[in-house]
């Protein structure tokens, strides 16, 4: 039997207690299969309340850690928010998605940020965004060597977005964005 929107208020080795409105029925069960969410909208029921019938129990429990969430990066420039750099990879240790990364007041969100959410908890590796991942460095390199023009102009011939243009500014020393070609 599968029952929708009753809320478990109560179980034991072949017995579930469940109540829907003012109604609370016990029910015998040979399989018992729980489906309870986390604890991030609680406007859809997930409010995590569901944790204290287990830990009651005896049942040890992970605390809740977020994921999909953003990361705040120290020393962002706010004026990025609200632009995204489309088509990127994004490094964390040893772990890379590619996507869309949207930059925010605070730093950085987005599918490739969320699936990396575990890893930003892990550690303090750097965060390595890549702004041309179907190209390697050398052949950027090599592409480089034989502009003529700016590193600006040059990034801009290989169509790095101006946000990503200003998030190398900041985030290196200004000798090394304006290193030469050779």
Same mark, same amino acid.
């Given at each position: 039997?599968?029952?929708?929107?009753?809320?478990?208020?109560?179980?034991?080795?072949?017995?579930?207690?469940?109540?829907?409105?003012?109604?609370?029925?016990?029910?015998?069960?040979?399989?018992?299969?729980?489906?309870?969410?986390?604890?991030?909208?609680?406007?859809?029921?997930?409010?995590?309340?569901?944790?204290?019938?287990?830990?009651?129990?005896?049942?040890?429990?992970?605390?809740?850690?977020?994921?999909?969430?953003?990361?705040?990066?120290?020393?962002? @420039?706010?004026?990025?928010?609200?632009? *995204? %750099?489309?088509?990127?990879?994004? $490094? #964390?240790? !040893?772990?890379?998605?590619?996507?869309?990364?949207?930059?925010?007041?605070?730093?950085?969100?987005?599918?490739?940020?969320?699936?990396?959410?575990?890893?930003?908890?892990?550690?303090?590796?750097?965060?390595?965004?890549?702004?041309?991942?179907?190209?390697?460095?050398?052949?950027?390199?090599?592409?480089?060597?034989?502009?003529?023009?700016?590193?600006?102009?040059?990034?801009?011939?290989? @169509?790095?977005?101006?946000?990503?243009? *200003? %998030?190398?500014?900041?985030?290196? $020393? #200004?000798? !090394?964005?304006?290193?030469?070609?050779?």
């Amino acid at each position: 039997k599968i029952l929708t929107k009753h809320k478990v208020v109560d179980y034991n080795d072949d017995q579930v207690s469940v109540q829907f409105s003012d109604d609370r029925i016990t029910l015998p069960f040979d399989y018992l299969i729980f489906a309870v969410g986390g604890c991030s909208w609680k406007s859809t029921g997930l409010n995590g309340l569901w944790t204290s019938m287990f830990a009651n129990k005896g049942v040890v429990l992970i605390p809740f850690q977020s994921s999909n969430s953003g990361i705040e990066i120290y020393g962002w @420039k706010s004026e990025l928010g609200g632009t *995204v %750099l489309k088509n990127i990879k994004i $490094s #964390k240790g !040893d772990e890379s998605r590619f996507g869309d990364v949207v930059l925010t007041d605070y730093g950085i969100e987005g599918a490739p940020v969320y699936a990396l959410s575990n890893a930003f908890r892990k550690g303090n590796e750097s965060l390595v965004l890549d702004f041309k991942p179907t190209l390697s460095s050398n052949a950027i390199h090599e592409r480089f060597k034989s502009f003529n023009g700016s590193k600006s102009e040059f990034l801009k011939s290989i @169509k790095i977005s101006k946000e990503a243009i *200003v %998030l190398m500014k900041q985030f290196s $020393s #200004k000798e !090394d964005f304006n290193c030469d070609s050779s």
